[in-house]
Every structure is written in C-alpha cells, then in structure tokens.
C-alpha cells in the first residue's frame, strides 16, 4: 500500500507564492516519475510540471519561470514552488508518483488527495 499526502496550499494573492510538498509513504520500492497535476474550475485535471528520478524537468508553458518541481529521493518527497500566482492558477492541486511496491514487480501511478490553491485578484 502506498499513500501520497499533499501539504502547502492556501489563499494567497496575486504575486505571492506557495510551496506544495508530497510526501509518499508506505512498502515503497522504487518511485520513478513524480509529478504535480491541477484541476481548475470546469476544467479536467491537467499536468503543471514533472520530474524523473534523475532530475529531468517538464512544465506546461504557462508556469514557465514561475514554478520550479524539485524532490528528494531519500524522502520520497516532492516540491513545488509556486512563484507570481495569478488568479489562472487556481484549482486543486494533486501529486502524482509512479511507484514499484516491494511486493509487486511492476510500476502503478498513485494519487494524493490534492491540496487548495485560491489566488486573489
């Protein structure tokens, strides 16, 4: 069994920032890619950045040079910080991680249960 638990989100304003962390936790084996996904308001959850084990990086275009992904490996951790929010980035944001469990010889996706993100105007 694994579990994602998402912290940092809140009410901020425009301009502001947030830190997300996710923790994962459980009979962990092995994590490969993590990433950071957010369902806005009517829309359907889409990706906001990645991050393969070794550090490769990945961001939709709008967060470009405003969120940076980071982990820690030996914490099953991963980051997101969120600089110069805009109302746009308002939604719920979930954690991501394909995960090995120790008892099972292949990789499965696992979800946190997202945290808030409200930007004000």
């Known amino acids: 069994q694994v579990q994602l638990v998402e912290s940092g989100g809140g009410l901020v304003q425009a301009g502001g920032s947030l830190r997300l962390s996710c923790v994962a936790s459980g009979s962990i084996f092995q994590i490969n890619d993590m990433g950071w996904y957010r369902r806005a308001p009517g829309k359907q959850r889409e990706l906001v950045a990645s991050?393969?084990?070794?550090?490769?990086?990945n961001y939709r275009d709008i967060v470009l040079g405003r969120f940076t992904i980071s982990r820690d490996n030996a914490k099953n951790t991963v980051y997101l910080q969120m600089n110069s929010l805009k109302p746009e980035d308002n939604g719920v944001y979930y954690c991501?991680?394909?995960?090995?469990?120790?008892?099972?010889?292949?990789?499965?996706?696992?979800w946190g249960q997202g945290t808030q993100v409200t930007v004000s105007s």
């Open positions: 991050i393969t084990r070794g550090g490769v990086t």
């Open positions: 991501n991680a394909q995960v090995q469990i120790k008892e099972q010889g292949f990789m499965s996706d696992y």
